[in-house]
Nanobody, 125 residues
Framework: QVQLVESGGGMVQAGDSLRLSCAASGRDFSSTYAMAWFRQAPSKEREFVAGITWNGDSTAYTDSVKARFAISRDDAKKTIYLQMNNLQPEDTAVYYC?????????????????WGQGTRVTVSS
């Protein structure tokens, strides 16, 4: 099994930065997994935010965060990060970490086998 635990959420003002972390554990977790961040805003469906391939050589972002967010991974620590800069009220959501036993990033929920419980980010104007 694989366990994912997110941290780093909080309440900030527009223009501030946050860094989310996702620590992976479990006998089935491998550094060959692709990882991603999704988010779910109130009354909205969960959406893809950013993803990173197993070796970190390729990343993907949804258009609304491309210039502001950066995903990275540290396999020695079994942790991925989401650096979020210039946060805006529309970034308010619960952010989820996800993992899939495949090298390649996908942008749809059904492609991910493992999920964390989420960490809440609230951005006030």
């Amino acid at each position: 099994q694989v366990q994912l635990v997110e941290s780093g959420g909080g309440m900030v003002q527009a223009g501030d930065s946050l860094r989310l972390s996702c620590a992976a554990s479990g006998r089935d977790f491998s550094s060959t997994y692709a990882m991603a961040w999704f988010r779910q805003a109130p009354s909205k469906e969960r959406e893809f935010v950013a993803g990173i391939t197993w070796n970190g050589d390729s990343t993907a972002y949804t258009d609304s965060v491309k210039a502001r967010f950066a995903i990275s991974r540290d396999d020695a620590k079994k942790t991925i990060y989401l650096q979020m800069n210039n946060l805006q009220p529309e970034d308010t959501a619960v952010y989820y970490c996800a993992a899939r036993p495949n090298f390649v990033v996908r942008t749809t929920e059904r492609d991910y086998d493992y999920w964390g419980q989420g960490t809440r980010v609230t951005v006030s104007s």
